[in-house]
């Protein structure tokens, strides 16, 4: 059977924890393959590092660096047109759901190159998020769906695609996480901040939602603010929501606030925190794995198996329903590492597979 030839295209930071598998393993069978970075990223801190952790090269940088959404996505696939003519792969390969996602998804369709969709199937149902729009798009587009869990391929099957083009693989994510523990252990992060393990809390916060709201900014650093009086809040800083703490004015006294962290260093503080409070998507899979309760400070989740089978619970973006919810978990016994059906370290080969069966 011939060999098919393959672009990996990753654009943001966590596309970049998704695609290191896949390159691997692809490396591994001997696929030719293409990683195409579009930029959408571009520092040191959400991009570069995250390069080295992995030992990642990108073939192709598009370079198309930030801007509104509709810069940003029309920029990428301008960029992406002539790069996919020069290569002619036989499958575009893309990850989560980000701008880079859907614009590079768009540019494939409509030149006849098939697109293989890896995380298909997530719905947080709320189309004002943008990664939303994202999902569905690239979903309806993609001729292969590979989901990480099976109420994921439900969502497919109700929208109307053929079981045929759907494939239940398991979680990319974990794939690195499984790779990568025994060398983040490794980390001096936790002694350079000077942190006591189990004795912190790690958040992170830049959903648009979250960040580009005062009010509700400022909700969200009252409650880190009062749990970091008797568990010290981690915060490290994503470029939007700095930029948003320093435009509005608000104050980030009391917790520790860093620069963003590499792959390494940020999966060794998670692994030694006694809680976590976030609105990322990765980070409500990567706890529950780790068996590190988390808090997520959204309305909704494209990622329900986390609170059904994880570690995962919502608790809205209210300041005394952050702190009351943070109150009882610190006060419970940290809970068990969750066992999540092929979450289990092997997904980019059922993904490879999956591409190689694919007729
Ligand atoms: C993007 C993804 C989101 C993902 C997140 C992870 C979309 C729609 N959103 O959101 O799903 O969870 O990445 O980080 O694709 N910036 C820098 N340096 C960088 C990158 C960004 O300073 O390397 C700043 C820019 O001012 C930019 C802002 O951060 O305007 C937002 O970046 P952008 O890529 O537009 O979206 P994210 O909020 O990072």
Known sequence: MKKPRVINVVGARPNFVKVAPLVQEMRLRGIEQVLVHTGQHYDENMSGKFFEDFDLQAQEYLGVGSGTHAEQTARIMLAFEPVLLKYRPDWLVVVGDVNSTLACTLVAS????????VEAGLRSYDRSMPEEINRVVTDALSQLLCTPSRDATENLLKEGI????????GNIMIDTL????????NSTVVRDLELEERRFCVATIHRASNVDDRDVLARLLDALRTISTYCLCVLPLHPRTRTRIDNFGLDTSGLRVVEPLGYLDFICLVSKARLVI????????????LGIPCLTVRDNTERPITIWEGTNQLVGTD???????????????????AKIEKWDGRTAERVVDALLDFD
């Open 162 to 169: 053929a079981p045929d083009r759907i494939r239940f693989v």
């Open 278 to 289: 976030t609105d990322s998507g990765g980070l409500q899979e990567e706890t529950s794995v």
């Open 319 to 337: 300041t005394a329903c952050i702190v009351a919810a943070a109150r009882k978990v610190l006060d419970e016994a940290l809970p068990r590492p």
């Open 178 to 185: 499984y790779r990568l523990l025994p060398r983040a252990k």
């Open 110 to 117: 409509k030149l006849d190159v098939r697109v293989c969709h």
